[in-house]
């Protein structure tokens, strides 16, 4: 078969790319995808919900997300944003709303609205699509590629976007057509720490700010942590995972993690427990907190873990108490010792070589006639719909450009 675009992925970017193409005049646009099934990761997405984009509006704030490929994304974001995904969307049926935390969902909660927006657009557009199609190997002719696909299967095409996600297969076919690849290595999990001190607040979600040391390297971050049974969780441990997963997968996932339960200065925790002694003499340390958004479990392990005795008064404490007490809110480090599990959306930090792509077209600078777009390339973003947003526009841009 012969065609002029041959997009290999079924997936966000692929189906952008196809789209795009076929409906600015590219005559013959066909989709090659592996399995049985396209757009499977839309499907799963956002807990069956698919987090389709982000209200970050602002193209400098929007970037921030992404620990890869920041700076090559301002460009790309200067064509197709946010705003114009969100459009992109509405103009085309689906009906769209933004969460309180800046997600954007479809109105439906179902991913498989999003699913029938993109299929009916290919369809509308004329875009060919191909399931069952595993691409096994890429010659570069003349005037174009020939493509050969399981089940002996071959096409002919002037032009290929590849688009197929974290999968191996097409980091070796980019390989193959002279592309370096950054090693891939996960990213967006939570962490594992050997301290059992906080076992009994597993479930509980704090406000904090974090330093992770990594490899002599620090990361830091402020937003809600979650405690769980084997350590933490939570977006600023994603956060957190997601711009150190080099050099966590450097150093065997070990690290240092400094929280500060508290989001204060020691000077102010200092005076707000001197205050706290002089008004509550009486009362039980443990049991009676100065941090009123400090959860009482949470107040009485971090105690207990700098050994303040459970029968201690306030009027007891000591300078020695107060110094454990500060330490155990504000300064005590956790050994990170493991990497925990995904949480609902993983990605791949890791792809093809970014040095190696024009970003005005997506093009190859190696091979003329090569696209790529998606989380096939060396970009990945933090959760919240940073993924997503990332593929509708290299899926867009590179669309436009086969143009
Ligand atoms: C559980 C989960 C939840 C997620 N939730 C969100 C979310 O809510 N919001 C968000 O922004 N991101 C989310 N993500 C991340 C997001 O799904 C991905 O970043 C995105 O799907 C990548 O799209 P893609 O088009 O690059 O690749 P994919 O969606 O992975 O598509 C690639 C396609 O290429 C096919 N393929 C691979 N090799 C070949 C080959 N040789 N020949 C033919 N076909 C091939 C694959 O079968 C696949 O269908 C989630 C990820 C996971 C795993």
Known sequence: MISDLVVIGGGASGFMGAITAASNGIRSVVILESTSKVLEKVRISGGGRCNVTN???????????????????IGLFNRFSTTEAYDWFQNRGLSLKIEKDGRIF???DSSYDVMKCLKDFADKSGVKVFTNSHVKQINKTSDGFDLFVKGNNY????????????????????????????????????????????????????NVQTKLTVLKKKYNETGPILITHKGFSGPVI???????????????????????????????????????KIENGKKLVL?????????????????????????LRWCELTKHDKESIVKSLILKSYSINSRGPFG???????????????????????????????????IDGITGGFNFQHCWTSGWVAGNAVV
């Not at 209200?55 to 090559?72: H, T």
Request: net charge positive; aromatic share 8%.
């Open 287 to 311: 049991n009676n907190k100065p941090f009123n958004h400090l959860p009482k479990s949470l107040w009485r392990a971090l105690l207990l873990s700098e050994k303040i005795h459970s029968q």
């Open 106 to 108: 479809p109105c439906s």
């Open 344 to 378: 609902e959306e993983f990605v791949t930090a890791g792809g093809v070589s970014l040095k190696e792509i024009n970003f005005k077209t997506m093009e190859s600078k190696i091979c003329k006639g090569l696209f790529f777009a998606g989380e096939v390339l060396n």
């Open 155 to 206: 096409f002919n095409t002037k032009n290929i976007l590849v688009c197929t996600g974290g999968h191996p297969s097409g980091r070796k076919l980019a390989k193959s057509l002279g592309h370096s690849i950054v090693q891939p290595v996960p990213s967006l999990f939570s962490l594992s720490t050997s301290e059992k001190s906080l076992e009994s607040c597993s479930g509980i979600t704090v």
């Open 55 to 73: 209200s970050c509006w602002d193209i400098s704030d929007l970037v921030s997300n992404y620990p890869r490929g920041e700076k090559q994304l």
């Open 238 to 276: 994603l956060r957190l995972s997601a711009f150190s997963a080099r050099d966590l997968h450097a150093n065997k996932y070990i690290g240092d993690l400094k929280i500060n339960w508290l989001c204060m200065c020691e000077n102010e925790v200092r005076m707000k427990i001197d205050l706290y």
